[in-house]
């Protein structure tokens, strides 16, 4: 089971792409509830994420039926980013006069890097940061 993210001498965009990665992992192998409860914080505007707003904003939203998406790949699969060929283009922004920091991520379904990036932050609370899924978009 993935803990707080602890600090450590690592830089921080390979703590934050690790975290992502073992967080959509834990989703790949069904384990929505463990997933969700490494969520600290909600996002800046609206509810915080629960794995049926998480997947309702997926399947119904951004790839519903009728998109180009749906079309290619009917059924939605969670997929293990550690199991897929590339990256899920992480990128790490510091998060201008904090220790914060925002890292996008893209979604991995159905054995690929969508269009779909999940938006994190990663707010300084001293020895470890919090976390916060703040969106998900086709960027």
Not at 15 to 23: A, C, H, K, P
Not at 102 to 111: G, I, K, Q, R, S
Not at 115 to 130: H, N, Q, R
Request: net charge negative; charged share 25%; with cysteine.
């Amino acid at each position: 089971m993935i803990e707080m993210i602890k600090k450590s001498g690592d830089k921080p965009e390979k703590i934050f792409e690790q975290f992502v990665e073992n967080w959509f992992e834990l989703i790949s192998e069904d384990r929505w509830e463990e997933a969700f409860v490494l969520i600290d914080l909600p996002p800046s505007y609206g509810e915080m994420y629960t794995p049926e707003t998480f997947r309702q904003e997926i399947e119904n939203d951004h790839f519903c039926e009728g998109t180009m998406f749906r079309k290619q790949h009917p059924e939605i699969v969670y997929s293990n980013p550690k199991s897929i060929s590339g990256s899920g283009s992480p990128s790490v922004y510091p998060l201008e006069g904090t220790h914060n920091y925002a890292f996008e991520y893209d979604v991995p379904l159905n054995n690929e890097f969508s269009d779909l990036t999940s938006g994190w932050e990663f707010i300084d609370a001293g020895s470890f940061y919090k976390v916060k899924l703040d969106f998900l978009h086709v960027l």
